[in-house]
């Protein structure tokens, strides 16, 4: 499976109590290759599983990939901004966007579909995703 991991996913995975866990552990088993991330996904799951050791961990396991650079993005990113402005999107949420528009061919693993079905990327195309079931 070619995917874009988004903390959501990663956040599940980590934290057994979570209630995405045992969803997250199902997609891991059929990884291929690794998850392509940004860093402020990365430092977003590090703050919310507390542990920045687990998620380095993720790295050097190769299960994720650091896929992504701001400062050769950032024109694209400020736009982005300007354009979600009122959807208030953070940092990751702009980098998984863009992300999509650089590797269209993979889905965003998210357990926050509501904000991925409205953002856009390229303008119009939606961005595939891929979430738990809802509950």
């Not at 552990?25 to 996904?41: F, N, Q, R, W």
């Not at 790295?59 to 982005?80: P, T, V």
């Not at 402005?85 to 590797?103: G, H, N, Q, T, V």
């Amino acid at each position: 499976m070619k995917a874009i991991a988004d903390t959501g996913f990663i956040v599940a995975f980590g934290n057994r109590h979570d209630r995405y866990h045992p969803w997250a552990l199902g997609i891991a088993k059929t990884i291929t290759e690794p998850l392509l991330t940004c860093e402020a996904v990365l430092a977003e799951s590090a703050f919310h599983l507390g542990s920045s050791p687990f998620v380095l961990a993720l790295l050097e396991d190769e299960m994720l990939r650091l896929a992504f650079d701001c400062g050769r993005n950032l024109e694209h990113l400020q736009e982005l901004a300007r354009r979600f402005a009122d959807r208030k999107p953070d940092l990751a949420d702009l980098c998984l966007i863009r992300m999509s528009e650089l590797f269209p061919r993979h889905v965003v693993l998210t357990t926050d579909e509501a904000d991925f079905h409205v953002h856009r990327r390229n303008r119009r195309d939606s961005i595939p995703i891929l979430a738990p079931p809802r509950m």
